[in-house]
Each structure stands twice: as C-alpha cells, then as structure tokens.
C-alpha cells in the first residue's frame, strides 16, 4: 500500500510564494514520474508540472518559470515552489505518482487527496 501526502498549501497575496510537499510512504521500491495535478472550482484538473526520476521536467505554460517541481529521490518527497502567484493559482493541488512495490511488480498510479492553495488579489 502506498500513501501519497501533500502539504504546505494555505493562503497567500498574489505575488507571494508557497512551497508544496508530496510525500510518499509505504512498500515503495521505486518511483517513476511524479506530477503535481490542480484543479479549480468548475474546471477539470489540469497538470500543472511532471518530473521523472532522472530529474527531466516539464512545466504547463501557465506556470513556466513562476514555478519549479524538484524531488528527493532518497526521501521519497517531491516538492513544487510556487513563485508570482496570482488568482488565477487557486486550486486544490494534487500529487500524482507512478510507484513500483517490488522489483518484479508492476508501476501503480496513486494519488493524494490534495491541499488548497487560494491566492488573494
């Protein structure tokens, strides 16, 4: 069983910064890519940024360089600094993974419950 945990979400002016966690726990041999996923009142979730474990990343266009995905292949931990935030951030940002149990297993998707995250104008 895998669990995925976001945190640091909250309240913050626009032009402010947040920084978000995903931590994940559990059986876990290996993890693939991991995204960071946000959805919007009345909107469909969008990917917001994705990040293999390598380190290549790839960004949405509406958050390119305002926001940065990292990860700590050793702590299991995925982290997404939020730079320049602006109204239109708010949303309940979710942490995806594709995670592997076992060396013979197959990769699971699983997936956090999310944390909110409202920008003010």
């Known amino acids: 069983q895998v669990q995925l945990v976001e945190s640091g979400g909250g309240l913050v002016q626009a032009g402010g910064s947040l920084r978000l966690s995903c931590a994940a726990s559990?059986?876990?041999?290996?993890?693939?890519?991991m995204r960071w996923y946000r959805q919007a009142p009345g909107n469909q979730r969008e990917l917001v940024a994705t990040?293999?474990?390598?380190?290549?990343?790839n960004y949405a266009d509406s958050v390119k360089d305002r926001f940065t995905i990292s990860r700590d292949n050793a702590r299991n931990t995925m982290y997404l600094q939020m730079n320049s935030l602006k109204p239109e951030d708010t949303a309940v940002y979710y942490c995806?993974?594709?995670?592997?149990?076992?060396?013979?297993?197959?990769?699971?998707?699983?997936w956090g419950k999310g944390t909110l995250v409202t920008v003010s104008s």
């Open positions: 990040i293999v474990s390598g380190g290549g990343t």
């Open positions: 559990g059986i876990i041999f290996s993890i693939n890519a």
């Open positions: 995806n993974a594709d995670v592997k149990a076992t060396i013979v297993g197959r990769y699971g998707d699983y």
